[in-house]
């Protein structure tokens, strides 16, 4: 392993600005929880001391992304910004094309009306849910080709985000017609932050290739996926990762991302190709939705801090950090016995919430449960993915569909908190392990017919 352990090395940055956060009583977080109708999506951020909800938008910016702002050119067309963040991403990808957007799910908006068309299949390890939801609304069908580990918990495996060669050819040879492109999500958020390797890459590029189908990335947390190539990957460990990454990109024809997580910004996004051709389609969608090709619905000072902040992510003593913290919340995990998907991926730790609290049946929601009790707990806020995100009722039987897992994600905002704060979010999550018999879980009271987790409102089960 390339990777120092945690206790051989400390932050490699000084802080310089911070922020008050507020502590509140167990009684003043049993109260806000009740208010919230036991949803942390409507809690106010003021009353979250550890807010793990997401790592998207969260990080903090270095000194050199906020003198970046300064030096925005607030033009509509033409600005510096633009040309500056278009040299970076040609220098880390090779990608000509380049397209600011809002944020992620603007470039998937944009790619997916240029390119999909309805009936088609778009292919993939495992795609995003606003990846799905763009697919969906173009009357396509997302298909997730991941191998099948990569969806079992407690499997330790080094690229869990890797694709099943053999399942994606036979999904392509269905009728590869149908198959605008093949999406590669590194790292795979859904099943853990969980890498992808090279090789693995390399390899759906050569089927892509037999049939002429174009490769894209979504490049929400593309250096986290380097790094752990570097780390785990024969053959990587002497590359720094800039070169890897100029590697990954070159199996490609394009990417989304998400420039809230790996860019190192608060907001932004990008599309990128390689070939003017989809530019060009992807131009016209651009314009109405975004925005104008220099600017995509971001001021020039975003464009300065994202350009700045693709630099700094490729530091590798920045990822070693990082993603060494990740590790660490997932060691602190398993010495107190907590059930995790293995290994910890990039971004944050997934708690499998059914061995946790066996007793509550799946209709009154375990990982929503736990999600609670650890914000009343230690006033720490994660997210539930399991029965009340990906769960739905059959329109025909009126039935409850569960999915295969039910997830707690603690997301790990980029250089923000440490590992103080890891210690405290360990202690925690046992705290409520130790009394879990006595958690009774929710009854859900109101949803919103899709993307129901962020708005439902739920009530304790008496007891
Ligand atoms: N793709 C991936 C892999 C993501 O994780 C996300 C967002 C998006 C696309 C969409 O990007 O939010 O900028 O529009 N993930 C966040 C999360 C929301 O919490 O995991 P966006």
């Given amino acids: 392993m390339l990777m120092r352990r945690r206790d051989e090395y400390a932050e490699p940055y000084r802080v310089k600005v911070v922020e008050r956060v507020k502590q509140t009583t167990r009684e003043e977080r049993e109260k806000l929880i009740a208010e919230a109708h036991y949803n942390v999506f409507s809690l106010p951020s003021w009353a979250v001391y550890i807010d793990l909800l997401t790592d998207s938008g969260t990080s903090a910016m270095s000194d050199n992304q906020w003198a970046g702002m300064m030096l925005g050119d607030e033009a509509y067309a033409g600005s510096r910004n633009y040309y500056n963040l278009k040299d970076v991403v040609r220098e880390i990808t090779g990608y000509e094309y380049v397209l600011p957007v809002h944020q992620g799910r603007g470039a998937e908006h944009v790619?997916?009306?240029?390119?999909?068309?309805?009936?088609?299949?778009?292919?993939?390890?495992?795609?995003?849910?606003?990846?799905?939801?763009?697919?969906?609304?173009?009357?396509?069908?997302?298909?997730?080709?991941?191998?099948?580990?990569?969806?079992?918990?407690?499997?330790?495996?080094?690229?869990?985000?890797?694709?099943?060669?053999?399942?994606?050819?036979?999904?392509?040879?269905?009728?590869?017609?149908?198959?605008?492109?093949?999406?590669?999500?590194?790292?795979?958020?859904?099943?853990?932050?969980?890498?992808?390797?090279?090789?693995?890459?390399?390899?759906?590029?050569?089927?892509?290739?037999?049939?002429?189908?174009?490769?894209?990335?979504?490049?929400?947390?593309?250096?986290?996926?380097c790094y752990f190539i570097k780390d785990r990957e024969p053959g990587y460990a002497h590359k720094s990762v800039g070169e890897i990454a100029r590697e990954m990109f070159s199996y490609g024809d394009g990417f989304t991302m998400s420039a809230k997580k790996d860019a190192l910004v608060n907001i932004g996004g990008l599309l990128a190709f390689r070939h003017e051709k989809h530019y060009k389609q992807a131009v016209q969608w651009q314009i109405p939705f975004e925005g104008f090709i220099t600017y995509g619905g971001l001021a020039g000072r975003d464009m300065e801090a994202m350009a700045r902040g693709l630099r700094e992510v490729l530091d590798e003593s920045y990822l070693e950090d990082r993603i060494g913290q990740v590790a660490y919340l997932g060691e602190l995990m398993e010495k107190e016995g907590i059930p995790v998907v293995k290994p910890p991926g990039g971004h944050g730790i997934y708690i499998n919430a059914l061995p946790l609290l066996p007793h509550i049946p799946r209709e009154n929601f375990p990982a929503q449960s736990l999600v609670v009790e650890l914000y009343i707990e230690g006033g720490i806020r994660g997210v539930e993915l399991g029965g009340c995100a990906f769960g739905h009722k059959d329109p025909e039987t009126g039935k409850d569909v569960w999915p295969e897992l039910e997830l707690v994600r603690l997301a790990i905002p980029r250089r923000v908190y440490s590992d103080r704060h890891m210690k405290l979010v360990a202690q925690s999550v046992a705290r409520v392990r130790d009394r879990a018999k006595d958690i009774k879980g929710l009854r859900l009271v109101e949803e919103a017919p899709v993307l129901r987790h962020f708005t439902a409102r739920f009530e304790r089960v008496p007891g």
Avoid: W
């Fill in 111 to 225: 790619l997916m009306a240029s390119m999909v068309r309805p009936g088609d299949r778009v292919l993939g390890n495992m795609h995003f849910d606003t990846t799905e939801g763009h697919i969906l609304l173009r009357g396509a069908e997302p298909v997730n080709c991941l191998r099948a580990e990569g969806l079992i918990p407690e499997k330790e495996a080094p690229f869990k985000g890797d694709i099943d060669l053999v399942r994606l050819e036979e999904e392509i040879t269905k009728d590869p017609s149908k198959v605008p492109f093949i999406l590669i999500t590194v790292t795979c958020n859904n099943n853990g932050g969980q890498p992808v390797s090279m090789e693995n890459i390399r390899k759906t590029r050569e089927i892509a290739d037999k049939y002429g189908i174009p490769v894209f990335f979504d490049a929400a947390r593309f250096a986290e996926n």
